[in-house]
């Protein structure tokens, strides 16, 4: 089976390579030389141009940055939609709005392709190693057809309705890791102001009722997890600005239904201030030094 795979950033670029050592025959495209350049080193074909890598394509996938794009890649000057083969499965894994998402999966539709929203959960380590979680949105029957695709990169498969719901389960979560990693960061330098050990706190609080994703995995203070990005100087893992995006897609779906997201709204702020203080390209785990510099 021929995948054409479109954007190969921190994520799309190990999601690719994993779907080329499964055994599918993938022609990749980026804007970006060294993302073009690292999937190339692992044996993924590269395209010249997006409209390239999807001719002949019985399965596109997109991992795109933000909505703009993937409206851009399908519908704008690339028109994509008009491009690819008739029958062919379209795979968005772009965290992107709801709406956004829905409308490219009716064009979609309108030209007799199917179409499903999967934006993914797992960061980096989770892409790399193949354990990523996909969150669905679309028809039940296009699911199946990708579920082959999906487990080739991804370790479980959630599907949440109809065209868009993947887009809203995923921006959920992010919300609420927004929030717990910021509240996190907060205890962590209470208790450091305190003269508490920030690594044995963290301990404690990772098997106690405090205990979380931002205590366990991707600790915010530097020193107390190895392999977390405050450990390397904040570099690498999911960008703030990611983030701040995803608060912002959050904060607009609750506005479009008249919910009400006050920690939601509140942590965006704090993001968006992290991003003012210089730390937009660092992980969204920076934003404990608005509470404090660790040493």
Avoid at 22 to 28: E, S
Avoid at 57 to 67: F, K
Avoid at 77 to 101: H, N, R, V, Y
Avoid at 152 to 158: L, S, V
Wanted: proline share 4%; charged share 15%; net charge neutral.
């Amino acid at each position: 089976m021929k995948v054409a795979f479109i954007g190969l950033g921190n994520m799309g670029g190990p999601m690719a390579i994993n779907l080329k050592r499964a055994g599918y025959t993938v022609q990749a495209f980026d804007l970006s030389a060294d993302a073009i350049a690292k999937v190339r080193a692992e044996g993924v074909d590269v395209a010249a141009s997006a409209r390239e890598a999807v001719q002949g394509a019985e399965v596109v996938i997109s991992m795109l940055p933000a909505s703009k794009h993937v409206e851009s890649l399908y519908l704008g000057d690339e028109g994509l939609i008009k491009l690819i083969q008739p029958g062919a499965l379209l795979i968005d894994c772009s965290t992107i709005a709801p709406a956004s998402a829905q409308k490219v999966a009716a064009a979609a539709t309108s030209q007799g392709l199917q179409m499903i929203d999967a934006p993914v959960s797992g960061g980096v380590a989770g892409a790399t190693a193949g354990t990523l979680t996909f969150i669905v949105g679309g028809p039940a029957e296009a699911l199946e057809r990708a579920r082959p695709v999906l487990q080739a990169m991804g370790k479980n498969i959630f599907h949440m309705g109809d065209a868009g719901a993947g887009q809203v389960a995923k921006l959920c979560n992010n919300m609420a890791l927004g929030v717990i990693m910021a509240v996190t960061g907060e205890a962590l330098a209470l208790g450091a102001a305190h003269g508490l050990d920030a690594k044995t706190l963290s301990q404690m609080m990772a098997v106690s009722t405090g205990r979380s994703w931002a205590t366990e995995v991707c600790n915010p203070w530097p020193g107390v997890l190895e392999n977390a990005p405050a450990s390397r100087g904040y570099s690498g893992g999911f960008g703030n600005d990611l983030m701040l995006k995803d608060m912002g897609l959050a904060v607009e779906a609750a506005i479009g239904v008249g919910a009400t997201v006050p920690l939601g709204e509140l942590a965006r702020n704090l993001y968006a201030m992290n991003k003012q203080a210089g730390r937009g390209g660092q992980d969204f785990s920076s934003v404990v030094q608005l509470m404090t510099k660790p040493a």
